[in-house]
């Protein structure tokens, strides 16, 4: 399982960069722990009240997403080996050679070497000399499709011909291989609340990592998350936005892979029993005009499908002024 680094994260707050607070790293820590939380028989509650819920949803959400693509699926090389082999000849690719580096490719015929497949890529114009590289299964993740795009081979190309690599993401996915978010669209998590809310707090809001004091790489927490609503018909997705004013439809219920976030009191007492079985966290503003009935609600299910499995709290001290209320439900 690839690790993730401690992140470093900074801010804008009237034209100056600003370390986010301890209590950021802790939300993505409640995303984390779900990602090998099993959810089989029951499934991980936890309801987080805090003075204010601004960007405790979110950043829950990036500790599942992150947490996510380090547990790839060891057979995704295999499949996605054998996808490549469909492809037409001539196809456009993008051919990640390392981290960090990005060429355009074409697919060419696939050879057999040895008794050993190749996809092959070219990534020079016959002009150019027609440079084309040999890919093993082993290295099929390095060649993903270019979804809605087309192009003409340069005769030359440097490793980082097409700005794709994301110095922002590389950081937040430590050794994780960022392709791993660009494979294909699935929802590992959901996040239910405010539409505006969300979208400002993770599209809008510029982030960056400094190293040494100095800016490091820029970003927004969508270019992690990929969120459903707000990306362009070319990205593949990674999470779901559902709007307090939409009902989730029954193939978006139960495409949620790993869990549920829901932002605020109202989204939750609306949709909460809409996924049975998958691990919900649930953020509570103390100011919500309806947190007395959410936290009733928490309770009832605390009292009734509490089973007893050991220490089910996230790892870390929580936010100050915050209560937290963790604990493993039974799966009807």
């Given at each position: ?24 790293e ?24 805090v ?31 054998e ?12 051919f ?42 082993s290295r ?17 190309q ?6 794709t690599?994301?110095r ?105 029993a ?59």
């Amino acid at each position: 399982m690839g690790s993730t680094k401690p992140f470093v994260l900074h801010f804008e707050d009237s034209g100056k960069w600003s370390s986010l607070p301890e209590w950021a790293e802790y939300f993505i820590s409640v995303g984390r722990q779900l990602a090998t939380a099993p959810q089989q028989e029951s499934r991980l509650v936890t309801a987080i009240i805090v003075p204010t819920r601004a960007y405790g949803a979110a950043f829950v959400s990036v500790g599942m997403v992150i947490s996510e693509a380090s547990l790839r699926d060891p057979d995704s090389q295999a499949s996605h080996f054998e996808r490549l082999f469909e492809l037409v000849p001539g196809t456009p690719v993008v051919f990640r050679p390392g981290k960090g580096k990005a060429l355009k490719g074409l697919i060419q015929m696939p050879e057999e070497l040895d008794g050993k497949l190749w996809i092959r890529v070219q990534v020079h114009s016959a002009a150019g000399g027609g440079l084309t590289h040999f890919v093993d299964e082993s290295r099929a993740l390095q060649v993903q499709p270019a979804r809605g795009v087309g192009w003409k081979l340069p005769k030359k190309q440097r490793k980082d011909s097409i700005r794709t690599a994301n110095r922002f993401v590389d950081s937040l996915l430590g050794e994780t291989d960022p392709v791993q978010l660009g494979l294909q669209s699935k929802i590992v998590c959901a996040l239910v609340g405010r539409r505006n809310t969300l979208e400002q707090e993770i599209r809008k809001t510029p982030l960056s990592i400094h190293v040494n004091g100095t800016m490091y790489a820029e970003g927004q927490l969508q270019d992690v998350l990929r969120v459903n609503r707000f990306i362009n018909p070319q990205q593949s997705h990674r999470s779901a936005l559902v709007p307090l004013g939409s009902e989730p439809s029954s193939d978006l219920i139960s495409s949620v892979e790993m869990g549920v976030v829901f932002d605020g009191a109202i989204g939750f007492l609306k949709w909460g029993a809409a996924w049975r079985t998958r691990h919900q966290v649930i953020v509570l503003d103390r100011t919500d005009p309806y947190f007395d009935d959410a936290i009733s609600s928490v309770n009832a299910r605390f009292s009734q499908n509490r089973i007893d499995d050991g220490c089910v709290m996230p790892e870390g001290d929580a936010p100050p002024g915050s209560e937290i209320l963790a604990f493993r439900e039974a799966i009807e």
